[in-house]
């Protein structure tokens, strides 16, 4: 039986494994990025045309998450006694635009600073900070779909 943190790690393994997703995050010393269909574009140009159909949607999962998390309750105990915390209402907003389809700058294994070019989906997904973001996001959801419907025709035939 896996506890929630070797099941986290094995789910961001079997992107790279199964999927061949690549890293999403920034890597120290890391001079050029890990350019990768589908997640990992080497400019805005070409994101465009790998993910544009999804642009601004959000993994349904999400919603799941939000269920089995219950962020109401994390929320209210980190903003405990800080006046100057957002609303409840604010943060699930900014919560679920941070998950939404974009082209955001950097990430594909190049180091923190590196102006490369190197755009990514989400900021936030398995791939980028596994132990933040419990799901894939729809451009590699997309991708491991594809992947497995494929292999499901394989086996029948």
Request: proline share 8%; glycine share 6%; net charge negative.
């Amino acid at each position: 039986m896996f506890n929630d943190s070797e099941t986290i790690v094995l789910t961001h393994e079997l992107g790279h494994a199964l999927f061949n997703l690549a890293y999403e995050y920034n890597e120290r010393g890391q001079t050029v990025p890990k350019i990768v269909y589908p997640n990992c574009a080497p400019n805005k140009t070409t994101a465009r045309t790998w993910w544009e159909d999804l642009e601004v949607q959000i993994d349904p999962y999400i919603k799941e998450v939000e269920e089995i998390l219950n962020p109401r309750n994390i929320y209210e105990q980190r903003s405990l006694g800080d006046p100057s915390a957002p609303s409840y209402d604010s943060y699930i907003k900014d919560y679920v635009d941070f998950h939404k389809v974009g082209y955001y700058p950097g990430g594909c294994s190049a180091d923190f600073g590196i102006e490369s070019g190197a755009t990514i989906p989400i900021p936030n997904s398995i791939m980028n900070n596994p132990y933040n973001a419990p799901f894939f996001g729809l451009v590699n959801s997309r991708r491991s779909i594809r992947f497995l419907a494929y292999l499901e025709v394989q086996i029948k035939q």
